[in-house]
């Protein structure tokens, strides 16, 4: 059972998808539950993952390997560490809170949505736990195509036009990541003289700076585009816009991690030495300032709310991306818990938009005002995740984004002093979008009547309350998960680093051999 | 037998007779035994029984090339060659020819048209194909291509009473015509430097010449113009999607795998025989006609909103791809190449044949219009077509990716970035175009809601078409190894 606890992971939500197939469509609230179990259990299932992790432990574990293709030299190669940790526990949990928000929200073509939802949900599982880059390439693009239905079929007005750019735009950017995997493939071929797409052999490649530049730039384009940085944000508030409530969630949540992840567990240890060049580092950078202080002031001219929110989450990634090249411990942890708090916020931010637009079925701010009155439960919640969001002290968003310019600031002074101004206006487009929404009188007829939230509804926030506060007073455990992954990254883009005299340094050399090791 | 005509000679030709005996045998019948145009459709176990027969011709031939251990067997002095790659296209000419025929008595008889004719047009166009996958003498190879060309001019304009079957037979006639016309004077001039018309003489007499040889040149360029017309690549392509439109959907669908297929096998026995030598000088040519295939296929497909003319177009970028393989022209490639045609069998058949179901008796069923809300009628005939497009565009885990898969590598390995940078970017114009039909299959209202024709032979078809589209994509590992047994050399 141990040894396969992570395939079992990644295929309960495939093995529901099998069954859901069976259940005959008329029967809604049968496939309802069918979705909401599965995704429970998926979820469940998971939790082991997190009790039997060893704190420290050098390389990955609950690793699995088996041959798959042997002509290409493809394996099924899964495992974790740290980092994926903790974004896999992400996807679970907000997989399944997702599935649980849109009982109401989706009332036709239930059994197909429910279908789209899980098949997403293993492949999203599958992109955290691919040690194998063929097999990480299928789930990453695997993901897709449920991705678009979900747009496409039970978005908003514009939804053909969303779900096609979203498809478009991401797949343009995976195919030219195909060609830099398949450069990194054949050069190591030329030098080991045989097939393999695994990490951990593929990170043995000696590339020169040249080449590993021109590969970097192609995972650039794949990953730059998931995340989403700077120029190639454009259909992120396209997507977000039109997509149906719990397809936002996910898609911010946990979709664009897929992005940053690709980030850390690629593009830094295969290409350590285009990884710490100037320019590309000073690019990436300047790219991901840009990306936080631009979607900060496109959040304060945004007249719809869920448009706002899109635009809030360039931000966040911006700081993601700075703390990664950054390149150093606290720069490159704290994007990771800053992720997994984007997740949080963000997705409870979107699941807040979703119980007002059941209700009323306008994203317009200049609809609403005074909500507090009439909602004041819906009102407490989205404080909460607002606060959160802008990164209160004592909740989640405050320590991903402190230790983040820790990193910027020991990385650079300017970079650091960039950043900050991001979380000022950070503050200001949420608190400005509470005021504008929440506070003052009811200025609309219409809000008079709306229903406060159901107990279901509330209950789908309450475990994301919980992890904001949880990270935000204790976040010890999780920077305990992150230190060996972390170091292991620094380590390798930066050899010289840990200088010999902490304690790490003394673990690094004996993490290399365990990074390798799970190649044999 | 006498030395004219030896054991190993009639070896080495043994699917090709099997089948022509077979497709004289369907005329004599559907004369004889089924004048009753309703029980025509027993014609087809002749065609089954054809396959077989072919089908264990060409495995004997393969246990023998393993049991002697040797790549190659020649007949007729050179003339055939038995050798894997010749093995592995005719393979999948008995695939499609097996499928088509299964499809086609109902969409035949939807159409009026149903004839005994028409299968020994498929059994003897595969005769022609066979020729084509496995001759190695200039005039073997010609009479192999007309054969099967002949073939299907006819069968292109099978539907006698519609005015577009006819246009479409005729303009594919002339065109066809022409490019032969071309093709052979390129192998008059071969037959001139070798003074003989056998592949491996002539690869000799080509060597001995020096580079950029007028003569090699000019017999290189002309007969390019007949093998790329025949593939339809750009600028050569334009017959392609009215034949494509205006022939029966199911002479389509064999039109555009098993024809295809074997002009391809025809190319490389051409370009990697006589040719290889003059490598530097259809070098840029074939690139520069690769890239402008790529370029008309795909951004002519995105404005159609007639389904056969869009998969003509998006057949046409295919032909692209595979041309990518031929210019990589190393080991990946050319097995790239065999990938792609396999996985292409498969999945554009498949594409087609939901195209087939379409075609109700009052509804020829060929507008993006008519595929509007297919999910909600027949859910599995959507989904089927929604692997066959993901399959079609190369996205994992479907088969059409392992083929892609294959071409960008070899393109990487022979350093031809920029070929393999426009080539995958066309891929995400690809999808546009591929995921306008799935948009109105899944997304649009129907607007029409008579149920489709199928059969058993449909059924039969889709399902293992679909089956492995997705099989191979998910494990390929089988697949890959058949393929392998193809490489030329």
């Not at chain 1, 098949?119 to 736990?129: E, H, P």
């Not at chain 1, 998960?481 to 620094?490: F, G, H, T």
């Amino acid at each position: 059972m141990d040894q396969h606890l992570l395939s079992i992971v990644l295929l309960t939500p495939l093995a529901g998808l099998a069954v859901l197939l069976f259940i005959p469509g008329e029967s809604k609230n049968l496939i309802r539950w069918w979705a909401n179990l599965t995704a429970f259990a998926g979820f469940l299932i998971s939790l082991p993952l997190v009790s039997r992790f060893q704190v420290g432990a050098p390389g990955f574990q609950f690793e699995e390997r088996a041959d798959w293709i042997p002509s290409l030299g493809a394996h099924y190669h899964i495992g974790i560490d740290g980092i994926s940790l903790l974004l896999l526990m992400l996807t679970t949990l907000m997989g399944f809170i997702a599935i649980l928000c849109s009982w109401n929200g989706i009332q036709d073509r239930v059994k197909e949505y429910y279908a789209m939802f899980l098949l997403l949900q293993t492949g999203m599982i599958g992109v955290f736990v691919s040690l194998d880059f063929f097999l990480f390439y299928i789930f990453w693009e695997l993901v897709l195509v449920p991705m678009y239905f979900i747009i496409g079929v039970w978005g908003g007005p514009r939804k053909l036009y969303a779900a096609i750019k979203f498809f478009l735009y991401t797949l343009a950017g995976s195919v030219l990541m195909l060609l830099g995997i398949l450069t990194l493939y054949f050069q190591h071929y030329n030098q080991f003289h045989f097939y393999t797409f695994e990490i951990a052999e593929l990170m043995k490649t000696d590339l020169p700076l040249g080449l590993q530049q021109w590969v970097f730039w192609a995972f650039f384009v794949g990953f730059a585009i998931k995340v989403p940085m700077f120029p190639f944000h454009t259909w992120l508030p396209d997507a977000h816009v039109e997509a149906p409530t719990a397809g936002s969630v996910i898609l911010a949540a946990v979709l664009l991690k897929m992005g940053t992840y690709g980030f850390l567990r690629f593009s830094l240890p295969l290409l350590p030495k285009a990884s710490m060049d100037r320019t590309i580092v000073q690019a990436l950078a300047i790219l991901s300032l840009v990306g936080i202080i631009y979607g900060a002031l496109v959040c304060l001219m945004q007249q719809d709310w869920k448009k706002l929110v899109a635009y809030s989450s360039v931000s966040h990634l911006g700081f993601c991306t700075l703390g990664i090249f950054s390149m150093n411990p606290n720069g490159i942890a704290g994007s990771v818990i800053q992720q997994v708090n984007h997740g949080i916020s963000t997705g409870m931010l979107f699941m807040v938009i979703g119980v007002i637009y059941e209700r009323r079925h306008t994203r317009e701010i200049a609809e609403y005002g005074g909500l507090a009155h009439v909602m004041p439960k819906f009102a407490t919640i989205f404080a909460f995740a607002m606060l959160s969001s802008a990164g209160l002290p004592l909740l989640n968003g405050f320590i991903g984004e402190f230790t983040i310019l820790q990193g910027a600031f020991e990385a650079s002074r300017t970079w650091a002093a960039f950043a900050v101004s991001g979380v000022i206006l950070g503050a200001a487009y949420l608190l400005w979008l509470y005021q504008r929404t929440m506070l003052g009188q009811v200025t609309n007829g219409k809000n008079l009547t709306i229903p406060d939230m159901s107990l279901r509804e509330i209950a789908t926030f309450v475990p994301l309350i919980a992890w904001a506060i949880w990270i935000g007073v204790y976040p010890k455990p999780y920077f305990d998960i992150l230190r060996q992954p972390v170091a292991e990254i620094v380590q390798r883009v930066r050899p010289g680093y840990y200088g010999g005299t902490t304690q790490l340094a003394r673990e690094g050399p004996a993490a290399k051999p365990a990074l390798s090791g799970g190649a044999r | 037998m006498s030395q004219y005509y030896t054991t190993i000679d009639h070896f080495t030709i043994v699917p090709a007779v099997m089948l022509a005996l077979f497709g004289c045998a369907i005329l004599l019948f559907d004369f004889w035994v089924f004048p009753d145009p309703r029980q025509r459709k027993w014609l087809l176990i002749f065609v089954v029984l054809a396959e077989l027969f072919t089908g264990f011709g060409l495995y004997r031939q393969s246990a023998y090339l393993a049991s002697q251990g040797v790549p190659e067997l020649a007949g007729f002095q050179g003339s055939v060659t038995v050798d894997g790659f010749g093995i592995f296209f005719n393979w999948i000419f008995v695939v499609a020819a097996l499928i088509v025929a299964l499809v086609s008595y109902k969409y035949l008889e939807v159409a009026g048209e149903h004839h005994g004719e028409y299968y020994s047009l498929i059994l003897f166009a595969q005769c022609g194909m066979y020729f084509l996958a496995s001759g190695t003498d200039l005039v073997t190879l010609f009479i192999g291509l007309e054969l099967m060309a002949l073939c299907f001019y006819v069968m292109v304009g099978f539907l006698r009473a519609d005015k577009r079957s006819n246009e479409a037979a005729m303009k594919y006639l002339l065109l066809g015509a022409f490019s032969s016309g071309f093709l052979v004077y390129g192998f008059s001039l071969m037959y001139g430097m070798a003074g003989s018309t056998r592949l491996a003489d002539v690869t000799a007499a080509i060597e001995q010449r020096q580079a950029w040889d007028p003569v090699v040149f000019l017999a290189l360029t002309t007969t390019a113009v007949g093998l790329l017309f025949k593939i339809s690549a750009a600028p050569f392509h334009m017959w392609a999607p009215d034949a494509y439109e205006g022939a029966p959907t199911t002479v389509t669908a064999y039109l555009s795998v098993a024809s295809k297929a074997a002009s391809i096998a025809f190319l490389l026995r051409i370009f990697l025989g006589p040719f290889a030598s003059a490598r530097v000088m259809w070098e840029p040519i074939l690139s520069a006609v690769a890239i402008l295939t790529l370029t008309l296929g795909n951004l002519a497909a995105i404005n159609q909103t007639n389904i056969k003319r869009l998969l003509a177009y998006s057949s046409i970028s295919h032909a692209g791809y595979m041309l990518l393989g031929l210019i990589a022209g190393n080991e990946t490639g050319i097995k790239g190449i065999a990938v792609y045609v396999m996985v292409y069998t498969f999945m554009n058949l498949g594409a087609f044949l939901v195209v087939v179901a379409m075609r109700r008796a009052q509804i020829i069923g060929e507008d993006l219009d008519d595929f509007n809300g297919l999910v909600h009628r027949h859910p599995g005939y959507a989904f089927l077509m929604l692997i066959f497009l993901l399959s079609l565009a190369g996205i994992p885990p479907t088969a059409g990716f392992l083929g892609k898969y294959y071409i960008f590598l070899s393109l990487i390995q022979t350093q031809h970035y920029t070929l393999a940078v426009v080539a995958t970017l066309y891929v995400a114009v690809a999808i546009y175009y591929y995921f306008k039909i799935v948009r109105s299959m899944f997304v649009r209202e129907e607007t029409e809601t008579a149920p489709l024709s199928s059969s058993f032979g449909l059924r039969l078809a889709l399902g293992v078409t679909g089956v492995l589209t997705l099989a191979i994509g998910i494990y390929p590992e089988p697949f890959l190894r058949l393929a392998q047994t193809s490489v030329l050399r």
